[in-house]
Nanobody, 115 residues
Framework: QVQLVESGGGLVQAGGSLRLSCVGS????????MGWYRQAPGKQRELVAV???????DYPDSKKGRFTISRDNAKNTVYLQMNSLKPEDTAVYYC?????????WGQGTQVTVSS
């Protein structure tokens, strides 16, 4: 059974930083592309960052510069470092693991940025 468990969310003031973690189990973590997505109230889920099994990263233009995705395959963990946070970054952040045939999601972790 594949499980992804996110942690590290919380309440932070604007301008602050948070590091989210996602630990995977039940699957060969290292061979899959991992991603972070977020969903704000009343909005669609959107991509924040992805990292391939080789460590290549990609970000939507709107997310470049403040977000950094990384992975530690030995720990089955993917991270999202978020800096200079803004109130509009408030959302539930989800970890995603994509194989060639399916996609797995964690339960999400809430990030709230106060102004």
């Amino acid at each position: 059974q594949v499980q992804l468990v996110e942690s590290g969310g919380g309440l932070v003031q604007a301008g602050g930083s948070l590091r989210l973690s996602c630990v995977g189990s039940g699957i060969i973590f290292s061979i899959n592309t991992m991603g972070w997505y977020r969903q704000a109230p009343g909005k669609q889920r959107e991509l924040v960052a992805v990292i391939t099994r080789s460590g290549s990263t990609d970000y939507p233009d709107s997310k470049k510069g403040r977000f950094t995705i990384s992975r530690d395959n030995a720990k089955n963990t993917v991270y999202l470092q978020m800096n200079s946070l803004k109130p509009e970054d408030t959302a539930v952040y989800y970890c995603n693991l994509a194989t060639s045939t399916t996609s797995y999601w964690g339960q999400g972790t809430q990030v709230t940025v106060s102004s």
